[in-house]
């Protein structure tokens, strides 16, 4: 079973970007752990950040052609912006879980919808670092 693993826009700030809000774990820290969950059970994952949309959606094309089962993501800012993300989504047609650290629906308006979480297996919010570990496991046993 192959896993991707991605963050979008200032996740890798993670760790020293509002601690309050989102801890003081790494995206290093997030990485490392995901990669060891996935040997540990067998699987393969892979992980990818970017601060650039385009380079978010060129990754999901590139899992079809990689035969990736499933992508576990924080989109980040772009929950709330982007068409396009959702659109690369359903058009590679993987399954895929949305993990938000914080809960989104705690906080400001404009966080409490997402444009990919219609097309989402499931979403995870407000668990903190965490929800990577549970999306991941959900990901090796279901999808
Ligand atoms: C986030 C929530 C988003 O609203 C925000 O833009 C982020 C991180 C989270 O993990 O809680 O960058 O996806």
Known sequence: KKLLLL????????GTREPHVYGSTTLADVEQAAIAQAKAAGAELDFFQSNHEGALIDRIHAARTEGVDAIVINPAGL?????ALRDALAGVAIPFIEVHISNV?????????SYLSGIATGVICGLGVEGYRLGIEYALKKL
Not at 7 to 14: H, T, W
Not at 79 to 83: A, I, N, P, W
Not at 105 to 113: G, I
């Open 105 to 113: 629906h705690q906080r400001e308006a404009f966080r409490h919808h």
């Open 79 to 83: 929950t709330h912006t982007s068409v």
């Open 7 to 14: 963050n979008g826009p200032n996740l890798n700030l993670l």
